[in-house]
């Protein structure tokens, strides 16, 4: 799956396939498929904007595992992409809790199967 998202008024490509875990794995030394199931829920981070949140609704979050897969998919997606403080340095802004859903998006892609 592919993806192109505007961050700080850049346009950025991310990109999932087959060896997006193991790049990460590459990466982090961390096991992509444990480190998604850590994580408790994402609805949680959907509520970011909402009247009702509250900040114990991401007690426990570890949003650098979302920073962290955001530049997999885009080095996935663009093998010139610096390492990861680098290229994240490059954006003025780089509003994480915007681009979960995306992200969401892009990790759920790597998880389901098209197999009928």
Known sequence: MEKTIVISD????????GGSAIRYKAQFGRDFFADVAKLSSLEKLT???DEDFKPED???VDFTFFYNIAWVF???ADKDIPD???WLDSFDEFPIIELIPDLQELITSTLKTKKK
């Open 10 to 17: 850049k346009e950025v490509r991310f990109k999932t396939t």
């Open 47 to 49: 509520k970011i904007d």
């Open 58 to 60: 991401i007690e426990g």
């Open 74 to 76: 885009a080095k996935t």
């Open 84 to 86: 990861l403080l680098s």
